[in-house]
């Protein structure tokens, strides 16, 4: 697929759906969205996203994990190889559930942005939606970030909050998650191909980006009196 001038050459890797990958293909359709998405690739033969991307006319490839079982090395070296037979510039992992090594994260330094379905640094690794459930936060919700050698680490682009509301199942919890993973990685995704993403300390600055003006509290307070406790009236005992 011809490139067009300016836009960043991106590869999207994905291990099952791929809804992410649709929303980021969805941006990308625009001309003037800064990421041209240049090659979807997937772990699994019947990762669902694969079908969605040839649709849009994406070029597809897969790399089966599976039977580079104990080696990730010559996994990676696999996926390497298709990256640049690709040329692509910037890799947005979308659903891609193979921890990589620090190898292959040191070579994309910068450049390999990831999606995590909970506010890091709560809730790395899996389950995260029933770990949320489980200890009773009152907000939860999604990362992208910046991949670093260590599982879900690494600089922060931007979080969305969703409330967690009485009687959710992890179920319901995480569709009110991903549909604000749907808005919150394109835009993020954005930031990173038109290179207005630095990191000083650790930290991810992103140029222009613009903050909310209010909070999200959960539960809403309701009448001051609730929060405010009773005054003591002065008087005889
Ligand atoms: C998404 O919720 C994504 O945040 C999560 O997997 C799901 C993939 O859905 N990723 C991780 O858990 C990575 N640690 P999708 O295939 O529909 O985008």
Known sequence: MAGRPGRTRTAILISG??????ALLAAAADPAYPAEIA???????????????????VPTAVVESRPFRGDR???????????????????????FMRVLTPGFVAAWEGRLVNIHPSLLPAFPGLDTHERALAAGVR??????????????????????????????????????????????????LAWLAAGRVRIAA??????GAVAP???LLNPLPGPLALLTPTPRVAGPE
Do not use: K, W
Request: charged share 15%.
């Open 17 to 22: 759906r791929g809804s992410n990958m649709a």
């Open 39 to 57: 090659l979807v690739l997937a772990n699994r033969a019947d990762a669902g996203g694969l079908a969605l991307a040839a649709a849009a006319g």
């Open 73 to 95: 090395e010559g996994f990676e070296r696999a996926v390497q190889a298709e990256l640049l037979h690709h040329d692509v510039a910037l890799v947005a992992l979308a659903g």
């Open 139 to 188: 907000l939860h919700g999604c990362t992208v970030h910046l991949v670093s050698a260590g599982v879900d680490e690494g600089p922060i682009l931007a979080q969305a909050a969703v409330p967690v509301l009485p009687g959710d199942t992890a179920a319901a919890l995480a569709a009110r998650v991903l549909e604000q993973e749907h808005r919150v990685y394109p835009a993020a």
């Open 202 to 207: 650790g930290r991810a600055m992103v140029a």
């Open 213 to 215: 003006g209010t909070a």
